[in-house]
């Protein structure tokens, strides 16, 4: 095994505790994967693209980075803090990874129900969906669509063409979370994108 840092890293039974540091990267990251599932449209199983990404979370921090889709599996590649983090959205298993390269180590998490299913407008209400019209984001024609559940108020800018909302925001008592993905470019993404490399251990999180 190799040497691992241990002031963000502990060594727990056969696996790997993450320190308090590191702890709060992958809250951030997890944020972005949550955010990203929330704001999923309903013919998303068809998209295929990359794309720079840009997100900001209810607290006010920021975050960049690229991100790929390819049918039910999302990947999300960030630098927080310095340090660059890979989340693996796989809606088929009803899981998602958080993979930390320097280290060789990933976690793994059940998807929370609520966003578990893509199908965000079709299976909602439609007294509590609200359909805007149409915008043009980054060169795409996108529906703008509104849906309000309880406290928190989810607005898409679904494209058309890519069957995915490319900008999206979520209000809720705890802030606003936005995202929107830039300079898209259309298929070429590789399945092994979505699988977690050999050579990985996995870890836990306390409190997680």
């Known amino acids: 095994m190799p040497i691992i840092d241990h002031t963000r890293l502990e060594k727990k039974g056969e696996g790997i505790m993450i320190g308090q540091s590191s702890g709060r990267m992958f809250r951030r990251v997890l944020f972005a994967g949550t955010l990203a599932l929330l704001l999923t449209g309903g013919s998303a199983l068809a998209a295929e693209f990359s794309a720079d990404m840009a997100m900001k979370a209810p607290d006010g921090s920021g975050m960049t980075g690229k991100v790929f889709v390819k049918g039910p599996k999302i990947r999300q590649e960030m630098t927080p803090d310095g340090e660059k983090m890979i989340t693996i959205l796989r809606l088929d298993k009803k899981l ?80 606003l979370s936005t995202h929107e993905y830039k300079n898209i470019k259309k298929g070429g993404v590789s399945d092994a994108l979505f699988e977690i490399p050999s050579g990985y251990q996995k870890m836990s999180v306390p409190g997680m």
């Open 96 to 175: 998602s990874w958080v993979l930390m390269p320097d280290e060789k180590v990933y976690m793994e998490m059940k998807m929370r129900e609520s966003a578990e299913d893509p199908s965000l407008v079709e299976k909602t209400d439609p007294a509590k969906v609200r359909r805007l019209g149409k915008e043009t984001v980054n060169g795409f024609v996108c529906e703008k669509i509104q849906v309000t559940e309880k406290s928190t108020v989810i607005t898409q800018w679904l494209s058309e063409e890519l069957g995915w909302p490319i900008k999206g925001e979520v209000k809720a008592p705890e802030g």
